[in-house]
């Protein structure tokens, strides 16, 4: 089955660099790649998310890369800002009608 | 739009007990999801309701878990016996359909002493 690695645990960045998360998948099958945030206190919430088909997805200050080859995709954040300090998990799926396998989360702390 | 409301926030209870979570989806989503987070680990599906009718319940761990979501409206998931592996942060969630986003709630954090 589907096995997801995410780095790394914990990543601290000062305020204003890029912060930069990268997962691993194994099944070659998986094709949607969603990423989520959990604040403290709530649920993951969607914030951006990629299909097979496509290399590059932007959204403001967010953007998702993937590369089908490796078998790895990536989140990263510029221009970084307090209120991005939340716990990241990204997710691998064969497809919509299929479960989505998570990664084990990275706490992204960002430095004033 | 009230979103996905889950109940209660926190449960500290000790081995042997049972406990009741309660989930509300988003008024109108057919679909509802159970997940759980052992600490620090990964987020594990549990089991999925399209409507009041189970769906997929691949991912839960063994017969002291047991779901439902009579009507079709909210959902409870009941541990009886807890063990203390059973610690956990629940989260529910829902979606309009297969294809739509899910929605999550805030997590039952749960404590198995």
């Known amino acids: 089955g589907e096995n997801v690695e995410q780095h790394p645990s914990t990543l601290s960045v000062q305020e204003g660099d890029s912060a930069v998360i990268k997962c691993t998948y194994s099944d070659s099958a998986s094709n949607y790649f969603p990423w989520y945030k959990q604040e403290l206190g709530k649920g993951p919430q969607l914030i951006i998310d990629?299909?097979?088909n496509v290399g590059e997805k932007k959204d403001q200050r967010i953007a998702v890369t993937l590369n089908k080859t490796a078998k790895h995709f990536s989140l990263h954040i510029t221009e970084t800002q307090p209120e991005d300090s939340a716990v990241y998990f990204c997710?691998?799926?064969?497809?919509?009608?299929?479960?989505?396998?998570w990664g084990a989360g990275t706490k992204l702390i960002i430095k004033p | 739009e009230a979103g996905v409301t889950q109940f209660p926030s926190h449960s500290v209870i000790e081995k042997g007990q049972t406990v009741t979570l309660r989930c509300d989806p988003i008024?109108?989503?057919?679909?509802l999801y159970w997940y759980r987070r052992v600490m620090g680990k990964e987020i594990k599906f549990l089991l999925h309701?399209?409507?009041?009718?189970?769906?997929?319940e691949s991912g839960m761990p063994n017969n002291r878990f047991l779901a439902e979501r009579t009507g079709g409206t909210y959902s409870t998931l009941k541990v009886q016996p807890a063990e203390l592996e059973d610690s956990g942060v629940y989260f529910c969630?829902?979606?309009?359909?297969?294809?739509?986003?899910?929605?999550f709630g805030p997590g039952t954090r749960l404590t198995v002493l």
């Open positions: 969630a829902s979606s309009q359909d297969l294809d739509s986003g899910r929605f």
């Open positions: 997710a691998a799926s064969p497809g919509s009608n299929y479960q989505l396998i």
């Open positions: 008024s109108g989503h057919d679909n």
């Open positions: 309701f399209v409507k009041e009718s189970k769906q997929d």
């Open positions: 990629i299909r097979s």
